[in-house]
């Protein structure tokens, strides 16, 4: 087994300062920084096609994001086993992002509220997370679990839960590149109940349970999160069968993710190329969003998506994005 990756924290800070960049000059490219460290108001420089164009958290995709930060390239290259002190980071940031009214009320009923600086022991069983040939990081059992063992927890105080598209983008851009690249690969839909109203929001676990990946077929899911008495997934997890040491733990990501709602949250398939849904949902999702261009209001009211900084040259951007998504999972699934 290769040793994990040894991370440098050393250069972490709070928060990313330098993602500003002139809207007002064209000569402008990525590395001139204005010192403005608002993401609502930074401009980062993206090219389309052959064009250069400026955007920020409201009106870039999150596609736009990934292909500013260069993701694809930068998971060509092996990633790091994070070390305690880039999640502690990702958590502190994110606290510092979101509004407190938000956070007051995500967490007002739960035992575990945000915590984000405090230690949280995640791994009940001996567990490690370590690279997992073709499918980037994963977690493995360092020893013999019997089946019914609690493996992990992944409590709130270590979510990230981002109520729009824009607060998730504005997190994005207040991180280094390559930890934003990371984020968007673990991030998924979800349903949240909040006061008065049930929403979709994004939701990021920032912790190594994150490095959980997905069971595929039912033959390979030997762990299980934890139901309430509505069915609902209670984010502990357990181990489904006998897992051998060396066995990589697996989960079915649709236990715990709204995926049908990926389209509505802002999340694109970019981060998410392999694991989300089969091609015929993308291109039913894909439709169903080019029957609304037409009709423009219904379709605000119906995805949620009034009032999520979506402009229309955005949504026809997505569209163009989802053309080549599409085509991304093909040569994923041929690869
Ligand atoms: C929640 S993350 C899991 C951790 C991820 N492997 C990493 O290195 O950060 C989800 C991503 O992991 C990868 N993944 C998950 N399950 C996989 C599988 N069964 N086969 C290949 N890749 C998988 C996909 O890239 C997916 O977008």
């Known amino acids: 087994i290769a040793p994990a990756l040894m991370e440098d924290t050393s250069s972490l800070s709070a928060p990313q300062e330098c993602l500003a ?10 590395g001139e920084c204005l010192n403005e460290s608002d ?11 052959e064009d ?22 930068i998971f060509e290259n092996e990633r790091p086993i994070h070390a305690d002190a880039t999640w502690r980071y990702l958590r502190k940031i994110y606290q510092e992002a979101m509004d407190p009214d938000f956070l007051s009320e995500v967490s007002a009923d739960e035992e575990e509220p945000f915590s984000f600086e405090t230690d949280v022991v995640i791994f009940q069983a001996p567990i490690e997370a370590r ?16 089946a019914g063992t609690t493996l992990f927890r992944a409590p709130l105080s270590t979510h990230a839960i981002f109520p729009t598209d824009v607060s998730f983008r504005k997190y994005l851009l ?32 920032l912790s190594e349970t994150s490095f959980l990946n997905d069971a595929v077929d ?41 995926t049908e709602l990926w389209w509505d949250v802002g999340l694109r398939s ?11 949902d993308r291109s039913n999702a894909s439709e169903e969003e080019d029957e609304g261009e037409d009709e423009p209001e219904e379709n605000d009211a119906a995805d949620g998506k009034d009032g999520d ?18 085509d991304d999972m093909k040569e994923d699934e041929d690869e």
């Open 174 to 205: 207040m991180i280094p590149a390559h930890l934003a690249c990371d984020v968007m690969v673990w991030s998924y839909p979800v349903l949240l109940e909040l006061t008065n109203s049930t929403t979709g929001v994004i939701c990021t676990d």
């Open 218 to 258: 039912d033959d390979k899911e030997n762990a299980k999160c934890r139901t309430d008495s509505d069915g609902i997934c209670e984010m502990s997890y357990y181990a489904l069968t006998n897992i051998k040491a060396g066995d990589e733990i697996l989960a079915k990501y649709a236990d715990f993710s709204s």
């Open 131 to 146: 690279h997992s040939p073709g499918k980037g990081r994963g977690l493995f059992a360092k020893e013999d679990i019997p």
């Open 270 to 280: 970019k981060g998410w190329d392999y694991a989300n849904d089969d091609e015929d």
């Open 39 to 49: 993401p609502l108001t930074v401009f980062a420089k993206t090219k389309s096609g």
């Open 52 to 73: 250069f164009r400026y955007c920020n958290a409201v009106n870039c995709t999150t596609d736009d994001i990934w292909d500013l930060f260069q993701c694809d390239e």
């Open 21 to 30: 960049f002139s809207d007002d000059n064209n000569d402008a490219s990525i």
């Open 309 to 326: 900084g979506m402009e229309e040259s955005d949504a026809e951007d997505d569209d163009d994005d989802e053309e080549e998504d599409d």
